[in-house]
Structure formats: C-alpha cells, structure tokens
C-alpha cells in the first residue's frame, strides 16, 4: 500500500462547519477526510469535463475504472483527516527567562492526538515549560486494579509549587520532536477562529436586503510566527497535514500528480463562492508502514518497569506479565456498530472481525476465548456528527461517533498472530466510512510510556 502526504496551506479562512443535532453548527478544528475527498473528487470531474483535460485527468478518468477505483470501488482510498502542523513550542534560544515564551512554528513531525488517559493540572494544564506537563495514567491505573488499590494521581509539581494537585484530563493534537538537543520535545497543536459578519444581498436592487444579517465561524487562514516581535510581527499561512492511502501503486502515483499540477485550484469547505476555502496543496508518494512491533516492545516493557515498582503493595490477585498487551487508540473519531447498534467499544469480536480472524475467534468455550483475545479496559465518550454531501444535495445522515482519542487496552496469549493483523489494522481503520477519515487508529500511542514522575 502507498501513502501520499499531503501538506495543505490555507491562503483565506476555511469554513468548515460540524453539524450536530438541531441548529447548532460549529466550525472544526481540522481538516475532515471527508471534505478532502470530496474536493479531489468533484475537481477530478470538472477537469475531466473540459474539452482538453490534461494528462493526469486522463489517467484518472479513462473508462472512468480510475476513478471508480478511488472513490467507489471495493476497496477504495483512505482519505485521513488533516491535523494543525502549527505547534506552540517553547522559545529556548531566544529567551533568557526562567520559563521561556511560547511561540508557534510549523513542523514536520507526526500530528497526534493525546489519549483520554492523559491529564494535566487544573489551575496550570499544558506542556512544560508553561504548564506543569502532562502525563499518562493507563498503565498505572491498570497496575493499581490489579492489586485491587485505589489510583488517584496528583499534580507532580503541587508539593514544590505549592498550588492545587488535582489534575483533570488533557486532549488535543501534540508532536514530539526527534531533536535531541531540545530540552522541551513535546508541542501541543491548536487551530484559531473567528466569525466573519456578512450580510444578504437583493438580486433585483443589488443592494443589501433587509433582516439578512448573519454570522460564519472559520478556521484563520495565517498565525504570528512571534507575538514578542511587536511591530515586526511575521504573518504566515496555517499548514495541515494529511495522508491518502492508496493499494495500488500506479493509482497513487496518478493522483499524485494530478494534486501537484492543479495544486491552486483546490477549495476546501463552504462558502467558496464567498472567498473561503482557497487553499494549495502539496503531494508526494511514500511506502506505507508502521513500527507497530517495536511500539508493542517498548510498551511490554515499560508496563513490566511499573510492575515491578507497584509490588512494594504485596501480593496481586493476578499476574498480569503472563499475558502480552497492546492499545488501540482512536487517532479520529469512529463510526463503531456491532449486531447492527451503534456502540463506543471495541470489543474482541468486533476486533477479530475488522481484522478477519472470525475463524480463530470461534472458540468452543468462553475461556478459550479470552486466552485468544481480551478487552482488559477501555477509555472512551460519544458525540453525534453530520453533514453535506455535496455530490446529492443532501444533508448526511446523524451518526453517533466515538471520540478521537479513545483507548482500548488488549491482550493475548498469542502476540505473533496479531502483529500483520495490527499493521493492517493502523492502515486501513477501524469501523465504518474509514475512506472518509473515520476510524484511524495507532497501535501503542508513545504518549502511553509518560508516566506521573516524567510529566513532560
């Protein structure tokens, strides 16, 4: 399978609404796959429409088996929803204070998001320096109910600072750079509004039309690289970043440079015949993989650091090292059904059956079952979402989604069947309408391995 990253640069606000349950509309933090793919699609057809469509159009739209293949087919392509690569870091070599400021940049490490199993402190949340960290709390609350011990964790820096120690959880989009001479590595990411006022129009009188005054919310278009700067103040277009996952190599590299070459003519989200939602986007083609075997390593062994230190409680009611685990973690939100009703939780069967191993699932007793595959604990909240196609002119139907940033915690008896399985799952997603970005999962989130007394 091919991954083409896409690097999107909006040059005007991105109206880009999320419909909920009754008139409420909110604008996004993000990018929906969704809204990708429909603008990919409907310039594919207006291209292929001209009387001199140019070489990548033809490529796509040849018999039309191009581009069934993409949007229609059996198997089509993923396209995942684009994250802020705009962080808030710290301005270590520019500041001379003991914390120093806070600037935003673009980046180009991986966007993702935090787990429901982070927190932060109440009165000062964040990353360091800022805020007093973040950490994570599932293998220690895991460790804890395996010695049947209340797990309540506090603020780390409370007793030194002196403030409140209670800690509330802490979401969002972060990354962590692979500089190592960065003493702050983690960034959180974030997205800027502000509503545009305007007013209808008469079409007889051209002229503004009585009782048509109304308000849209949109995605800012541009940041300050350095609010200390004052007057110098450098304005710079918001980045997003996004991939499209696609089986065939030759497909990819079609779409490919079809982005490339039409690159400006894109619009994203509505109001485009307002201004809104120009943006330009960048292509390029790479091997899709994933480290899922070394994530699943490294969290087998911190889980058995923990363990270890969790023992000074005496004996636990089981032992929990006789068993090999692993996270999934919703990277968006999921549209999850199971027995044909809509659910918040993965279960075993549900797993087995997105990964296609419903044969070795059959198990003639419950026991068995759970030696092959066990839900030990799961993190998870609910929201509705809905929307406008605007292939039908319709609205979408109201679908119940499980919140991005989910976790599942999993274990087996048998780790060398689930590891192709579980590549295979972190590139394909979990549940339905995963080509329109729902459903993106992560295997063993690194942000699982911070515990309380590194909060970073």
């Known amino acids: 399978m091919k991954r083409i990253k896409l690097e999107i640069t909006t040059l005007s606000p991105l109206a880009i609404a999320g419909k909920k349950p009754g008139s409420v509309s909110e604008v996004e933090d993000h990018i929906p796959g969704s809204v990708i793919r429909g603008a990919i699609a409907s310039q594919i057809l207006q291209l292929s429409n001209q009387q001199t469509p140019g070489i990548a159009e033809q490529n796509l739209t040849a018999g039309g088996g191009d581009f069934e293949a993409l949007f229609l087919g059996d198997e089509p392509a993923i396209f995942q929803n684009a994250y802020p690569a705009v962080a808030k870091m710290a301005d270590e070599f520019n500041s001379t204070k003991k914390k120093p400021d806070l600037i935003s940049q673009v980046v180009t490490d991986e966007i993702m998001v935090l787990p429901a199993t982070a927190v932060s402190s109440k009165t000062n949340p964040g990353f360091q320096p800022k805020g007093n960290g973040v950490f994570d709390t599932l293998i220690d609350r895991f460790c804890a109910d395996a010695y049947n011990f209340p797990y309540d964790p506090s603020d780390p820096k409370s007793l030194k600072d002196k403030t409140d120690a209670r800690v509330e959880p802490f979401g969002g989009f972060y990354s962590k750079t692979n500089d190592s001479e960065i003493k702050y590595q983690y960034r959180t990411h974030s997205t800027s509004t502000r509503f545009l006022t305007r007013v209808g129009i008469n079409r007889r009188r051209a002229t503004s039309e009585d009782d048509i005054l109304y308000s849209l919310e949109v995605l800012n278009e541009s940041f300050v690289e350095n609010p200390l700067a004052g007057s110098t103040k450098n304005w710079n277009p918001i980045v997003y970043r996004s991939a499209i996952l696609v089986k065939d190599a030759e497909l990819a590299k079609s779409l490919e440079n079809f982005i490339n070459q039409n690159s400006h003519l894109f619009r994203l989200g509505g109001a485009t015949s307002r201004g809104l939602g120009k943006v330009t986007i960048k292509a390029e083609v790479e091997d899709a993989s994933a480290d899922v075997e070394a994530r699943i390593s490294e969290f087998k062994e911190k889980l058995q650091q923990r363990w270890e230190l969790w023992s000074v409680f005496g004996k636990p009611e089981k032992n929990i090292l006789e068993r090999t685990y692993f996270t999934i973690d919703l990277q968006a939100d ?123």
Not at 414 to 443: A, S, Y
């Open 334 to 456: 999921a549209i999850l059904i199971e027995n044909w009703r809509r659910t918040t939780v993965i279960s075993p069967q549900m797993l087995c059956q997105a990964v296609e191993l419903d044969d070795e699932y059959s198990q003639p007793s419950k026991e068995q079952q759970e030696d092959f595959l066990k839900l030990e604990v799961a993190y998870s909240s609910y929201n509705y979402r809905s929307g406008w196609n605007a292939a039908w002119g319709l609205m979408k139907d109201i679908e119940l989604v499980t919140n991005r940033g989910a976790v599942y915690l999993f274990s087996t008896t048998q780790p060398n069947l689930w590891m192709d399985k579980l590549k295979e799952l972190e590139l394909k997603g979990v549940g339905d309408r995963t080509c329109e970005g729902f459903g993106k999962v992560q295997i063993c989130n690194p942000f699982h391995l911070v515990m309380r007394e590194e909060a970073v």
